[in-house]
Nanobody, 125 residues
Framework: QVHLVESGGGLMQAGGSLRLSCAAS????????MGWFRQAPGKEREFVAAITKTGSSKYYSDSVKGRFVISRDNTKDTVTLQMNSLKSEDTAVYYC??????????????????WGQGTQVTVSS
């Protein structure tokens, strides 16, 4: 099992940028596909971005494609989400998540058994 802790959330004006970080511990980080999800009040938790174990492939939801960048550093056991050109609809609690060990890239939240505590991102217009 892997323990995840997010940081970097906050308040930003529309058009601005924020960088979220997720620190992993408890297991071999490089074995896990990593993802970012978000949940707005009254809505289901939705997929944002995912990255393969080596960082060689990435996938984004249509709503953030071209604005957000997911990356990872397996030497530091961290995954980041660089959020640019923020919109008010990006406001949500953002969670990092780890899929099953040695798994393949997936956008399905049911395939991510390990979750961080979440960090709030609020975008004002």
């Amino acid at each position: 099992q892997v323990h995840l802790v997010e940081s970097g959330g906050g308040l930003m004006q529309a058009g601005g940028s924020l960088r979220l970080s997720c620190a992993a511990s408890g297991d071999t980080f490089r074995r896990y596909v990593m993802g970012w999800f978000r949940q707005a009040p009254g809505k289901e938790r939705e997929f944002v971005a995912a990255i393969t174990k080596t960082g060689s492939s990435k996938y984004y939801s249509d709503s953030v494609k071209g604005r957000f960048v997911i990356s990872r550093d397996n030497t530091k056991d961290t995954v980041t989400l660089q959020m640019n050109s923020l919109k008010s609809e990006d406001t949500a609690v953002y969670y990092c998540a780890a899929s099953v060990p040695d798994g393949s890239l997936t956008t399905n939240r049911a395939s991510y058994p390990f979750w961080g505590q979440g960090t709030q991102v609020t975008v004002s217009s």
